[in-house]
């Protein structure tokens, strides 16, 4: 390509509304334009990149055996009522009517879709398994579109459905999509961890994000450095952090803590560490009108926080909530700062955290105001409780698969694959005929990877002051040919077509900046729109036989010998698309 | 691509609601299923004829250049509303609000945003010429959708918008899109003609539709098949097919024609040929509340038709209606039927088709009932007529361009070629400053390829009894391989196999059919897909080193050396597309 003909829109200032980088150097390097909020034009400086990025996903799913097919944007309501989503889904899906007033949404998934597609396609056990797949354009309408392509309302994604006779084939398929993901962001060139989201309905970890590793990532993270394991904070295993609970040595005293009301608080007020405190957490849930609710005291040590989904999943505790201060009074004869497990004024369900289970001597709320109990100890001071993993994980925790110690990183989800079983098979009756001759409903699974949203995560990961520093993989260009004087210079001009035609022959993606642009914009251009590679073409050089090479997270430029130039550069490239 | 890894869903039975040739086909191969009205899954079978369409049409907007983008499906409002195309456009244009109540449009077309982008991303001549483009999923929300994908609401276009700097550089920009689409359609492998579809407001040609020719199609197409001409019937100049009037001859009679109120009726009745007759056709235009409108008298040739769009072109007629039978009784003293221009009641303005004009001792209505003039000539019984092309062109009318003869032929339009102007850069300020520093509005002409409708429309032109026949070049497979018994014979697999990897390594498109299917399944499955070429692998044949090929026009099959079948076929297939 050449400049001339190509389109180049760089900024020098950011729009007002870009909060996040790579929403900035997007924008500034010509490859979004807001339409409206959530809604953008891809200029073609960003399409190149968005294509790249399509091409590496449809091979690996191809590779992977999934089939691509295209579904509609536009889908009726008669079938997200038939799934049950019609209702469920919140204001996010876009509800519209056509001109004969009939109900349509523009899809922001299309698990509906396909699975009516399954249904009257697949008709046999012989037909399965089969993976359908399209890279299309989906719409959320966002309460608050943000970050550019992060959070857009309009945005395309590369989505999969398989279509398994049993559990044991979804999680075949389930597999090869997984496999077919970690090749997809090898490939792209970008620090990622697939990241267990949950733990599933079916059995085994029935969904993995796939998240690629930034600062600014909306999610923590928590990983084992020395080991695959990476989980979502909240969805992490928690291990008890003391193996075996110590005797009790002190005794059991009430103290005065006088306005401290926090483990911290309390644990400098005593000088003892903050390991040694517990806190206490109230939850209520009702038993029926008229009945009072059941009252729960979750105990949690002083520097832990409670995990919210792990409580809920609890015997008892799907529908908790937090207890009212008047709930709290009623059944502590206190209110919330003091609360303990010892005393209280009503019978409560005490749930103890496994760390806290397994914790001696220690210390919590008497139940009054400016009163703390230290040397509590179970079995002695207290019945033995009910045990359960109710806090998130932190840093220096063992890994839950004991291969070292966890830390906790931010990413930006880019994908997800996830086992959705029958849910929608039931729902909207996707039955074959199994080898036994009755009608069974399809196992499901759906795979998604955000297109756009990929390429704002890998410059969130990617960036300098100067502008975006792409893998080669998704840059627009894999390398920029900037001559210097090209309208003065026949040598100059002779050399710059030559390595462009050199570089064009050997399959390398290069730009040649005709554009008679001064030296200092066409760096700061290209330094911009983070294209990796650049050979800067002088008079000066040439007569010494040199052309000027420099990566784009190169500090300084290095001499090549002018009739080499470009094949070095190409087997740069070569070397890092081979990932 | 082995068929056990690809998903094929040929049905023996159309649907009820197909009702043309290529709908049902679509259908029948697997290669579209309906969601709604006018909306379509692409099946894998669809989607691979759709990616080689698009690929063929980018690889020629690329070469002619063009430069890709890619533009939203949902349009706010206000960019609609600053064109005025908010208030013109129909309900085809599917209107809806958001989430917080703002209006938006979803895409039938990219006018608006296009000229938003180029506004703000073109400030000066320099950056001119540009021609943008994409390939983008439209929605029309048609009255009727019908007929599969050519006339469905959610369709993929390929749109390009020009931008010139003067009407010079506009038809510069127009030729080459004019160009590249010849090469498209050529290159597609369809019968094809570029028809101009009016006589444009800038000058020349402003407009080419490119119509595929199919006996199917919904428009007429006047062409010379000795010369490039080519217009719709509409819109293609009608000569006068009278060189020279010739001298009357012929006394001025007053003739009985009882019951004979049609120009066929007359000359039947007066054993003369139509081509003597002249019909009237009458025409009322308003002057202002309560003046009395002028009333025109159209005098075409018995055998022609009123061509309207002609007629409200002419001066005055600019907002004609057809007179109502109460007018015609006041101006000419007789109802419809026995009219013509000689003693009518009150002053009308006569216009003669240019035709006509040119006649001698014609017939005409005696402004009686049941009586006709004959004998007729201009000058000597009527004042010169006012002359204008008023009328549709016929076959065997001689060619516009002086080379031939005029046929009719069907077409459907796939493409259309259009010189805006200025028409959106005034509405929307799209201006650029010129070489004089003086800011000047945009040049715009836009360009649009029907990608869907590609698909439907070649299936019109290539099909017969037992499917589909579609060109090389849009082949979902160019060729298939069909082995008999490939559970049964070790030697009907190696060959199978072998020939499938040497079609692979020749570059060509092949799909195995692997399923173990009988034949007659296998060969009506991908004659009904339409796969252009087949090699049929048996083990008798192979015992005397031969394999079977069939191009799917051809009535009998014939044997080819085993070891030279696939560089055959490879060949076959090259030469077609080398097209």
New interface residues.
């Given amino acids: 390509m050449k400049a001339t ?3 180049i ?1 760089t900024l020098k200032e950011a729009p007002a509304d870009a909060e996040i980088v790579s929403h900035k150097l997007m924008v500034r390097a010509g490859m979004i ?1 807001r ?2 909020g959530g ?6 400086v ?2 190149r990149s ?1 294509r790249k990025v399509e091409a590496i996903v449809r091979e690996e799913m191809n590779r992977a ?1 999934a ?10 309501a008669e ?1 997200w009522q038939e799934s049950g989503r019609w209702e469920q889904y919140g ?2 899906l ?1 509800r ?4 004969k007033q ?1 109900d ?1 949404v ?1 899809g922001p998934t299309h698990e509906e ?1 396909i699975t ?2 399954a249904r ?2 697949i008709k046999s056990y012989r037909q399965l398994p ?1 993976n ?1 797949y399209q890279v299309q ?1 989906k ?1 959320r ?1 966002e ?1 608050r579109p943000r970050f550019g392509v992060m959070r857009g ?2 945005f395309i994604m590369k989505d999969a459905y398989s279509f398994d006779k049993d559990v044991d084939g979804l999680k075949v398929s389930y597999q090869k999509m997984y496999d077919a993901y970690t090749r997809i962001f090898t490939r792209l060139g970008l620090e990622f961890r697939a990241v267990a989201a949950d733990n599933g309905s079916i059995g085994g970890s029935g969904s993995h994000e796939f998240h690629v590793i930034a600062e600014t990532g909306e999610d923590d993270i928590a990983y084992c450095p020395t080991s695959d394991f990476a989980a979502n904070v909240e969805a992490a295993d928690a291990l008890p952090l003391i193996a075996q609970r110590g005797a009790a040595t002190e005794p059991l005293v009430k103290t005065a803590t006088p306005g401290a009301a926090k483990c911290e608080q309390v644990a400098e007020l005593l000088g003892i560490p903050l390991e040694r405190t517990v806190k206490s957490i109230v939850l209520a849930t009702e038993n029926g009108e008229g009945a009072e609710p059941t009252i729960w005291l979750l105990l949690l040590r002083g520097d832990h926080d409670l995990n919210e989904i792990k409580a809920g999943k609890l015997e008892g505790l799907g529908n908790f909530r937090f207890a009212t201060e008047a709930e709290i009074v009623e059944w502590f004869g206190t209110p919330p700062g003091y609360l303990g497990p010892i005393g209280t004024k009503k019978p409560v369900k005490v749930i103890a955290d496994s760390t806290v289970a397994n914790m001696s001597d220690f210390v919590v709320g008497a139940n009054e105001v400016d009163f703390h109990t230290t040397g509590v100890n179970w079995g002695r001071d207290l019945p033995e409780p009910v045990v359960a993993d109710i806090r998130n994980v932190k840093k220096g925790d063992p890994s839950p698969d004991g291969k070292g110690v966890l830390d906790i990183c931010r990413g930006i989800e880019v994908g997800h694959v996830f086992q959705l079983g029958t849910k929608y098979s039931d729902a909207m009756s996707a039955n074959f005929l199994g080898e036994n001759g009755k009608p069974q409903p399809m196992q499901m699974g759906c795979y998604g990877i955000g297109v756009t949203r990929i390429l704002g995560a890998a410059i969130e990961q990617n960036f300098d002051e100067k502008g975006i520093i792409w893998p080669e993989s998704i840059a627009p260009f894999e390398v920029v040919v900037c001559p210097m004087g090209l309208d003065r210079s026949e040598l100059v001009r002779e050399h710059a077509e030559r390595v462009y035609d050199e570089l064009v022959k050997a399959g390398v993606d290069v730009i040649l900046d005709d554009r008679g642009e001064r030296p200092g914009v066409m760096f700061a251009d290209w330094e911009l729109i983070g294209v990796p590679h650049r050979l800067v073409i002088g008079e000066r050089g040439l007569k010494e036989g040199k052309i000027e090479y420099q990566g784009r997270r190169d500090t300084e430029a290095t001499l090549l010998a002018a009739e080499e130039a470009a094949q070095v550069v190409a087997q740069k490239i070569r070397a890092a698309l081979a990932r």
């Fill in positions: 003909r190509f389109f829109g334009r339409v409206a809604i953008y034009n891809y200029l073609p960003g399409l968005i055996g089939i691509e097919l295209l579904m509609p944007s536009v889908q009726p079938l204001p996010e876009l519209f009517k056509d001109r009939s349509f523009m879709v009516d597609i009257n396609q089969v359908f354009t719409f309408d309460i309302r309009e």
